[in-house]
């Protein structure tokens, strides 16, 4: 009866052992994994994605965490998708994405961007679509903006408030003489194809559009609506077309 209980009692330390050895494997992996962790499914609202001292380089996250990161920016934009920082944990750019249906259509957007340091984007490639009863619009491309140095921002935003409060001439003189300063971001360049109806009247460019670094129209390559190809050369304020390319009857 003895040796029975001896047996049991051995055999009882054993698990005992194994079990905090386990349990001991179980901590240490916890804090510092070596064993890969797989699982099937993830369900989670955010994620981020650290440095080891700490510093944010990417976050995935639905449209609640990205009201939050970088809110200057993006406080109130119903977006999800995935933002990547740099070294000092700033915005980078990311893939972004929303849509919804709205009366008479949808509105929606998928955007893939890429940002100045310590800016906003400069290069992004996207799909936007606008539909509702008085208009609809899609404009799939590649668009290439310009902006000031990092260290102008505060003075590129104190220009876009001055010009909210003008209006007609007035907005448009200190426009251009910002853009002419170099004091304000514009957009330089469009490939891509613009569709959609506006004012009854249906529209599709698809081409190269570039404006010159005052955001005046400069050079537009494409085919229109009736599959008519054009080329158009403006002058420095965009005003009148110096250069077009007539197709012979």
Known sequence: ??????????VL???VIVLLVVTAVLVVNLWFPFIP??????????INIREKDGTLKAVLSNSEGFSKIGESRRQGVPFSGLMFY???????????YSGK?????????????????????NIYLHHEEHKDARMRSIDDGLTIISRPDQSQVKEEYTL????????????DALRLKSLQEGKISTRRLFVGDRRGVKDNTPYDDAGIF????????????????????????????GKSVVYELKLQK
């Not at 962790?37 to 955010?46: E, M, Y």
């Not at 740099?86 to 972004?96: A, K």
């Not at 876009?160 to 907005?171: N, P, Q, T």
């Open 101 to 121: 249906a709205i009366p008479g259509g949808q509105d929606a957007d998928v955007t893939l961007t890429f940002d100045q340091y310590r800016q906003d984007q």
């Open 37 to 46: 962790q797989r699982v099937k499914v993830l369900d989670a609202q955010q």
């Open 160 to 171: 876009y408030a001055a010009m909210d409060k003008l209006s007609g001439e007035e907005r």
């Open 210 to 237: 570039i404006k010159n670094r005052w955001g005046r129209d400069s050079i537009k390559l494409y085919v229109d609506y009736d599959n008519k190809p054009h080329l158009e050369v403006y002058d420095q304020l």
């Open 86 to 96: 740099n070294q000092e944990g700033d915005e980078e750019g990311g893939l972004v």
């Open 1 to 10: 009866m003895e040796s029975v209980l001896l047996r049991q009692l051995r």
């Open 13 to 15: 330390e054993g698990l």
